[in-house]
Nanobody
Framework: QVQLVESGGGLVQPGGSLELSCAASGSIFRINAMGWYRQAPGKQRELIARVTNGGTTNYADSVKGRLFTISRDNGKNTVYLQMNSLKPEDTAVYYC??????????????WGLGTQVTVSS
């Protein structure tokens, strides 16, 4: 099994910044990709950003051009999401996701428990 632990959420004023971190641990054979999703009250969970093992990134249209940056430290099995220029509509629970293998033959998605981000004055 693979465990994901998020940190860095909290309350921030509009226009402010936060950095989320997610560390993966456990029986990791390989992490193929890691990403961040978010779910606001009454809405479906949506992909925010994702980074592959090779460093390829993709972002949701809702955050493109808004100084959201995903990065990854492969040596530490950790993914980061730097969020700048935050808006109230960014308020949500942010979940870390990992596409990980625990052996050559076992590969699946893993999820963290989520961290609350609240953007409010």
């Amino acid at each position: 099994q693979v465990q994901l632990v998020e940190s860095g959420g909290g309350l921030v004023q509009p226009g402010g910044s936060l950095e989320l971190s997610c560390a993966a641990s456990g029986s990791i054979f390989r992490i193929n990709a890691m990403g961040w999703y978010r779910q606001a009250p009454g809405k479906q969970r949506e992909l925010i950003a994702r980074v592959t093992n090779g460093g390829t990134t993709n972002y949701a249209d809702s955050v493109k051009g808004r100084l959201f940056t995903i990065s990854r430290d492969n040596g530490k099995n950790t993914v980061y999401l730097q969020m700048n220029s935050l808006k109230p509509e960014d308020t949500a629970v942010y979940y870390c996701n990992a596409d990980a293998s625990t052996s050559r033959f076992q590969r699946r998605d893993y999820w963290g428990l989520g961290t609350q981000v609240t953007v409010s004055s």
